[in-house]
């Protein structure tokens, strides 16, 4: 075998949104990627032991599922099609902030696509999983990595029997999410000095599902936020339509306000937010679940840019490098330009803007995989369109304290064409020259 021709082999950590969708990004240039994950990859929806966050409100936002379609086209039709909902910002929400109702524009620009965490963790993975260059490894965790602080050169499995084993790989994408050993994995390498920024805001969510009412099934996203400034503790909710007629419920409390795993106390929780529309739709709605509980939503965040140097051959996303207070809302959409921005970083982004608009509107770009010029294909695109700054969506709405609703005009400056070719090779710094300079 000529080994000039050996492209490079990569492992991914963790087999949860970062995962797949890092997998997804890497296959181009790689012989094979593999994703080795500590637990169970199910056929479908299932709840899975890896992500117990799955358990509370999930939304995408549109800059997530465009670098999801970019990575991997036709997720966002595939979600839809198993029952995901596409929620124009904010024409489909109620939302109550502290300074009143937001204003339902009427031309939506921007969406949240709603649906169980569990579907979308199932969708991408299918969408992943069936690339034959793409395998996964479950019920193995990784103890460690191989290699020095120049390069990482593997990683140590321990695997499903017990017994442990070595993998070698020119690329180790480390996706592993909150739990994430690479902090120890590189001190004990001699890399120190990592700084962790961390804010905790103590924010508690308490969460269940819940069968919608009859003739409520196609109910926006409704949300009341939190007054920061008001007498009584923090609280908020949040409830999101998502596939199978159902809702999924989360309340929020900072200290001095927590929601508890009580199902009794659930709804009782809803009645102390600022407004009684939250609780008056759970009266008529039937609950499916119990209540499931996480205190997980602190802000943390590894300066890993900081560290030099830096071992060639890692790369760390996802929740791994930075994991967000939930209030947030985007922790998915960050892994998935994450993915599509550092892990692919020598190749200029693929434009998908157009794909957000109503189906019969999309220009052909929309569909193009990533690697392909939508420029080479016949063209007829649309004129680019005015982009709108998104508001406030219904996560930091039920949840912000530091940002009440603002009403902006959308906006009618116009973006730059997207019609020059993307995809042809040029010249540019690359952020990433740990994958970059593979051999
Ligand atoms: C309450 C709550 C609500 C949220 N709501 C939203 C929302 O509305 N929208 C949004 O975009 N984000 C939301 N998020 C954030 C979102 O859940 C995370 O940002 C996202 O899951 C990060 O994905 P990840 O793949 O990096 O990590 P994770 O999803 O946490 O997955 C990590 C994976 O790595 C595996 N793993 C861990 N260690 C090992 C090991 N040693 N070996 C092998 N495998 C390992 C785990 O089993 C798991 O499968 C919310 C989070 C919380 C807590």
Redesign the pocket.
């Given at each position: 075998m000529d080994l000039r021709l050996r492209r490079p082999r990569a492992l991914v950590?963790?087999?949860?949104?970062?995962?797949m969708l890092a997998a997804a990004a890497v296959r181009e240039y790689a012989d094979h990627v593999e994703i080795?994950?500590?637990?169970e990859l199910p056929d479908g929806p299932q709840p899975?032991?890896?992500?117990p966050?799955?358990r509370?409100?999930?939304?995408?936002?549109t800059g997530?599922a465009e670098a999801v379609e970019a990575l991997l086209p036709g997720t966002i039709d595939r979600l839809l099609a198993a029952g995901a909902h596409r929620i124009p910002v904010t024409t489909g929400m109620l939302v109550h902030s502290p300074e009143g109702w937001y204003r339902r524009w009427q031309r939506a620009t921007h969406y949240l696509f709603t649906a169980t965490?569990d579907l979308f963790d199932s969708v991408v993975r299918e969408q992943v999983l069936q690339d034959t260059r793409i395998t996964a490894r479950p019920h193995?965790?990784?103890?460690g990595p191989l290699g020095g602080p120049g390069r990482i050169t593997g990683i140590r499995i321990r695997r499903p029997d017990g017994r442990e084993s070595e993998e070698h790989a020119d690329l180790v994408v480390d996706?592993?999410?909150?739990?994430?050993?690479t902090p120890h994995w590189l001190a004990a390498l001699g890399i120190t000095g990592l700084t962790e920024e961390r804010i905790d805001s103590g924010l508690t969510?308490a969460?269940r599902l819940y069968r919608a009412p009859a003739g409520l099934r196609n109910w926006p996203v409704v949300a009341v936020q939190a007054d920061p400034g008001g007498p009584s503790p923090a609280n908020a909710g949040g409830i999101l339509p998502v596939e199978g007629d159902r809702w999924h419920v989360?309340l929020m409390g900072a200290p001095g306000g927590r929601p508890t795993g009580d199902p009794e106390a659930f709804e009782q929780f809803a009645r102390t937010l600022r407004h009684p529309v939250f609780a008056r739709l759970l009266e008529r709605a039937e609950p499916l679940t119990g209540v499931s509980v996480?205190h997980?939503?602190a802000n943390r965040r590894y300066r890993y840019e900081r560290l030099k140097p830096w071992p060639r051959g890692l790369v760390v996303?996802?929740?791994?490098a930075a994991?967000?207070n939930?209030a947030y809302?985007?922790?998915?959409?960050?892994?998935a330009q994450s993915a599509l921005a550092r892990v692919t970083p020598c190749q200029p982004p693929v434009r998908v803007r157009t794909f957000m608009l109503a189906p019969s509107a999309r220009s052909p770009a929309a569909s193009t995989p990533p690697g392909l010029c939508p420029s080479d294909r016949t063209s007829t695109s649309p004129p680019p369109r005015a982009r709108t700054p998104p508001p406030s969506t219904a996560?930091s709405a039920a949840t912000s304290a530091a940002s009440p609703a603002r009403q902006q005009a959308p906006s009618t400056r116009p973006r730059p064409s997207t019609t020059s070719c993307p995809c042809k090779p040029r010249p540019r710094p690359c952020s990433a020259p740990q994958f970059c300079s593979l051999p």
């Open positions: 950590i963790g087999g949860s949104i970062a995962g080795v994950e500590a637990h899975r032991a890896g992500v966050q799955a509370h409100i999930h939304f995408l936002q997530g965490r193995s965790q990784v103890i996706a592993s999410g909150r739990a994430s050993r969510y969460s989360s996480t997980s939503t996303l996802g929740d791994a994991a967000c939930p809302g985007h922790g998915m959409s960050v892994a996560s």
